[in-house]
Nanobody, 122 residues
Framework: QVQLVESGGGSVETGGSLRLSCKGS????????MGWFRRAPGKQRELVAL???????NRRPSVVDRFHISRPGTENTVYLQMNQLRPEDAGTYYC????????????????WGQGIQVAVSS
């Protein structure tokens, strides 16, 4: 059974940094993409960043210059280094795993973690 355990959330001031981690189990590294979606209050869940098993990425344009997603080879752990955080980055962040060929699919695909809170104060 797929399990995804997130860690690293918290509260920072504008311009600060956080690193999210998601440790997965119950699936193989090959053929599966991992990454993050987020949901702010009153808004729909939206893509943050995904990375496939061969290193291809799908990232939200507003985070491309600030966030860095990585996944060590052969491991089912994905990291999201978030820099220059803004209040609009705040919300619940959900780890996601899906097939590589679903890299550019919508939000309602694959398996999900419980979610972790990210707060950004002015």
């Amino acid at each position: 059974q797929v399990q995804l355990v997130e860690s690293g959330g918290g509260s920072v001031e504008t311009g600060g940094s956080l690193r999210l981690s998601c440790k997965g189990s119950g699936f193989t590294f090959g053929g599966n993409a991992m990454g993050w979606f987020r949901r702010a209050p009153g808004k729909q869940r939206e893509l943050v960043a995904l990375i496939s098993s061969i290193g291809s990425t799908n990232r939200r344009p507003s985070v491309v210059d600030r966030f860095h997603i990585s996944r060590p080879g052969t491991e089912n752990t994905v990291y999201l280094q978030m820099n220059q955080l803004r209040p609009e980055d705040a919300g619940t962040y959900y780890c996601n795993v899906r097939k590589d060929w679903e890299l550019t699919a919508g939000a309602d695909v694959g398996s999900w973690g419980q979610g972790i809170q990210v707060a950004v104060s002015s």
